[in-house]
């Protein structure tokens, strides 16, 4: 079965910087876009990043500029690095396999005085 682990979370300070790492296991990811969502408290899911089979990517508005997608197929694993962050950057961060359809478990980001 497929499986997505995600680390990095946690508490950081309004302008600072959070690196949240994706493992997949079960099959490989370089056939599948891999994405990043996130839902913030009383919001709906919305999609933060986009990387494709290629590597191209896309990104929300709210965050472009700040934060960075990218693939390591060799070690089947995506990230997100996020910097300058925000107090509404705050929310759970959800790893997407596109192609599986399949969610990671996610992890809490909190920025915060």
């Known amino acids: 079965q497929v499986q997505l682990v995600e680390s990095g979370g946690g508490l950081v300070q309004p302008g600072g910087s959070l690196r949240l790492s994706c493992a997949a296991s079960?099959?490989?990811?370089?056939?599948?876009?891999m994405d990043w969502y996130r839902q913030g408290p009383g919001k709906q899911r919305e999609l933060v990043a986009t990387i494709t089979r290629l590597g191209n990517t896309n990104y929300a508005d709210s965050v472009k500029g700040r934060f960075t997608i990218s693939r390591d197929n060799a070690k089947n694993m995506v990230f997100l690095q996020m910097n300058s962050l925000k107090p509404e950057d705050t929310a759970t961060y959800y790893c997407y396999w596109n192609t599986r359809k399949y969610w990671g478990q996610g992890t809490q980001v909190t920025v915060s005085s």
């Open positions: 079960g099959s490989t990811i370089s056939l599948s876009a």
